[in-house]
């Protein structure tokens, strides 16, 4: 632990640590723009970097994007980033009432300490489970990454069938090229270039910023009115955060334990944490009228949530959300297996990456406090400016990867298509972790069936797979039984209805 907080304080890696948080403040202060887009563009760059200070890059990317969406979700109505949706609806009346400077305030303050306690979390809680991990074999493992990829297509939003529908595309896009399994190419319909299949930074870049790219060219263009900060930045007292302690302990543990669950993400964090908030306030009136609760509730889950979503990553090699799926695929492209060997193997990175977690919330904290006036000016930006800088960084940066002009087809392909399931309503991350997790699990899965002689009966020699297995039946059971239930009490009322 102390080698990798000295690692993590070294001037370069601090530098890095600081690039990363500054600019994901500033995109995710943007509306249209966010922390996934950003990480996507900077993946590219880091493949020249030490693995240690591309991996911190990302993670001050992530941390800074997540914080600075409450900046335009206070002063412009208009969130930056999903996960300050909720901030609108206590940061912006109170903005307009005046206090823009003292909404910004308790937002930047909140976050900080929602970090800080997801990151003791983090801290504590992937150690064991990693060692826990290691004693699981491939049945455990294929069994937990099925139950995790139920797990992201039902609770996505949209309809379970639209995030079931979203992950199998993903899977399905992930098998052609080369099987790691035994060896032979598979769906490449005589294509020399689908030898490697499609590669993951082409994919990322077309899903997660082309698409977003067309989704901008579909707004008017223009700028709207933000609200004036007065002259003297008001700060929350001590006393103050001490006043509202358990509702921002509450909102944190609820941050970080969705932040855990695959594929989340931190708007449902921010969504349940208002929404329990608003439950044992006792002024719940007050909420939506520009009040404290509210803004501290949702800004401390949803900075949370990044500490509670890097502990299945670290531990077990699943990204905890959608943009977790970037940082896992820089980590493999730098040769770092995350799993339950990577304590073992590689200790003093894991613990950089935990250290460099506090330090960017650290960051965080000092970069929004001293310039957030300029970052209030630059949240009027129009987005078409903006929208030929970056897709000239995304050309840039899928040709890179392998000099191919195949990579640049392959993510246009994939922006177009991620831009086709967003105009139907169909979540964009259970294709992202379908398409990262797709591999491991198969690579699990064929082990264990060698094991065993090709027989999936021997699953039930292995009561924990048994029962990640029959909970993902579960989970995709229940669903349907509630949506049938009211047709078939509307049938029987309908039925027994007196003429």
């Not at 069936?449 to 990640?468: N, R, Y």
């Amino acid at each position: 632990m102390i080698e990798g907080l000295l690692t993590a304080l070294g001037p370069m890696h601090l530098l890095w640590l600081f690039l990363g948080v500054g600019s994901g403040i500033l995109v995710g202060a943007i509306p249209g723009l966010g922390g996934g887009m950003l990480m996507a563009l900077a993946l590219p760059l880091t493949f020249s970097m030490a693995p240690v200070d591309a991996i911190l890059l990302l993670i001050g990317i992530h941390v800074g994007s997540v914080s600075g969406g409450l900046i335009s979700a206070t002063l412009l109505q208009m969130p930056g980033t999903p996960s300050s949706v909720m901030t609108t609806f206590d940061g912006y009346p109170m903005a307009r009432n005046g206090q823009p400077e003292r909404a910004l305030g308790l937002g930047i303050g909140s976050s900080l300490i929602g970090g800080l306690l997801a990151g003791i979390a983090l801290a504590a809680l992937a150690p064991p489970l990693s060692y826990w991990a290691l004693k699981i074999g491939p049945w455990e493992l294929s069994a937990l990454i099925l139950c995790a990829l139920v797990l992201v297509a039902i609770i996505a939003q949209g309809s379970m069938l639209k995030g079931l529908f979203s992950a199998t595309l993903g899977i399905i896009a992930a098998l052609p090229g080369l099987a790691e399994s035994d060896g032979q190419l598979r769906y490449t319909f005589g294509n020399d270039d689908m030898t490697a299949g499609f590669r993951l930074l082409p994919v990322l870049l077309g899903v997660f910023v082309i698409s977003q790219l067309l989704k901008e060219s579909d707004k008017a263009l223009g700028t709207a009115s933000v609200i004036r900060l007065g002259r003297k930045f008001s700060f929350p007292t001590l006393q103050h955060w001490g006043s509202h302690w358990v509702n921002l302990l509450r909102s944190s543990v609820i941050g970080t334990f969705v932040g855990i669950l695959p594929g989340v993400g931190a708007s449902i964090s921010s969504m349940v944490a208002y929404g329990m908030a608003r439950t044992f306030s006792r002024t719940p009136e007050k909420f939506g009228t520009g009040h404290d609760e509210g803004v501290m509730a949702s800004e401390a889950a949803n900075n949370a949530n990044v500490g509670g979503a890097m502990i299945p990553l670290i531990t077990l090699g699943i990204p905890g959300a959608p943009v977790d799926a970037i940082l896992l695929g820089a980590m493999v492209m730098h040769q770092i297996q995350p799993g339950p060997l990577l304590f073992t193997a590689n200790a003093g990175l894991v613990w950089a990456m935990i250290a460099g977690y506090f330090i960017a919330n650290l960051l965080m904290f000092a970069i929004m406090l001293a310039g957030y006036r300029s970052l209030a000016r630059i949240i009027t930006i129009p987005a078409h400016y903006l929208v030929p800088v970056v897709f000239v960084f995304c050309l840039i940066g899928a040709y890179s990867i392998g000099n191919r002009l195949f990579d640049v087809w392959v993510m246009i392909g994939f922006g177009v298509l991620g831009y086709a399931l967003d105009k139907a309503r169909v979540p964009l991350g259970p294709f992202i972790i379908g398409f990262v997790l797709a591999t491991p699990f198969e690579s699990e899965l064929r082990t264990a069936l060698q094991l065993s002689d090709g027989s999936l009966q021997a699953i039930v020699d292995h009561p924990l797979a048994l029962a990640f297995v029959v909970l993902a039946g579960i989970m995709l059971i229940l669903p349907l039984l509630r949506s049938g239930k009211p047709a078939r009490q509307a049938a029987i009322s309908t039925v027994n209805k007196p003429e």
